[in-house]
Antibody, heavy 120, light 108 residues
Framework: HVQLEESGPGLVKPSETLSLTCNVS????????WSWIRQPAGKGLEWIGR???????NYNPSLRGRVSLSLDASKSQFSLKLRSVTAADTAIYYC??????????????WGQGTLVTVSS | EIVLTQSPGTLSLSAGERATLSCRAS???????IAWYQHKPGQHPILLIY???SRATGIPDRFSGSGSGTDFSLTISRLETEDVAVYYC?????????FGQGTKVEVK
């Protein structure tokens, strides 16, 4: 039974860096791609990027190079850093399992999500 | 970037009726790599369908997916009150993975 849980600060100041971690249990983290997805209030879902156990990454170009992902297999967790945040980055952030390394796939399962608010 | 357009924006039907949700892609989706999710308020999205027509584990058989190329649909054969949610399609045929804007399903 695969489970994911997001953690990190719920409040970030404008221009600073948003940092979140997703803890994975019930599977070998190195075998898959792992994604971050966000949803601003009242809006739809936006894929942020993904990383696998070999540090292969794909990012959404819409985030204009502000995002970086990392993975620590020894801790069974992966992390998101989003630099130079603005109010537009306020959203619920979800982590989710993507496809096996070397493939693309659907997102299943998802973490419960964590609300991050950008405000001074 | 592949743009997914979902219609209608809101679907309001009675319990027991058939709901058909549409997802149209701006270009052909490789290998029909389309997924559908159910998203209820305050919860995380749940995978319903992958590969355009394969039902995810534990999903009731009243949910079905179909389509190919640029046109895909999700059908709920007999709507139940617990199906009230926003439904999203998502493509994973080409990076960046993208979602449709969602269809809100209401039960009268």
């Amino acid at each position: 039974h695969v489970q994911l849980e997001e953690s990190g600060p719920g409040l970030v100041k404008p221009s600073e860096t948003l940092s979140l971690t997703c803890n994975v249990s019930g599977t070998y983290i190195s075998r898959y791609y792992w994604s971050w997805i966000r949803q601003p209030a009242g809006k739809g879902l936006e894929w942020i990027g993904r990383i696998d156990g070999y540090d292969n990454t794909n990012y959404n170009p819409s985030l204009r190079g502000r995002v970086s992902l990392s993975l620590d297999a020894s801790k069974s967790q992966f992390s998101l850093k989003l630099r130079s945040v603005t109010a537009a980055d306020t959203a619920i952030y979800y982590c989710a399992r993507d496809g096996p390394s070397g493939t693309s796939a659907w997102f299943d399962p998802w973490g419960q999500g964590t609300l991050v608010t950008v405000s001074s | 970037e592949i743009v997914l357009t979902q219609s209608p924006g809101t679907l309001s039907l009675s319990a027991g009726e058939r709901a058909t949700l549409s997802c149209r892609a701006s270009q052909s989706i490789r290998s029909n790599n389309i997924a559908w999710y159910q998203h209820k308020p305050g919860q995380h999205p749940i995978l319903l369908i992958y590969g355009a027509s394969s039902r995810a584990t534990g999903i009731p058989d009243r949910f079905s997916g179909s389509g190919s190329g640029t046109d895909f649909s999700l059908t709920i054969s007999r709507l139940e009150t617990e199906d009230v949610a926003v439904y999203y399609c998502q493509q994973y045929g080409g990076s960046p993975w993208t979602f449709g804007q969602g269809t809100k399903v209401e039960v009268k």
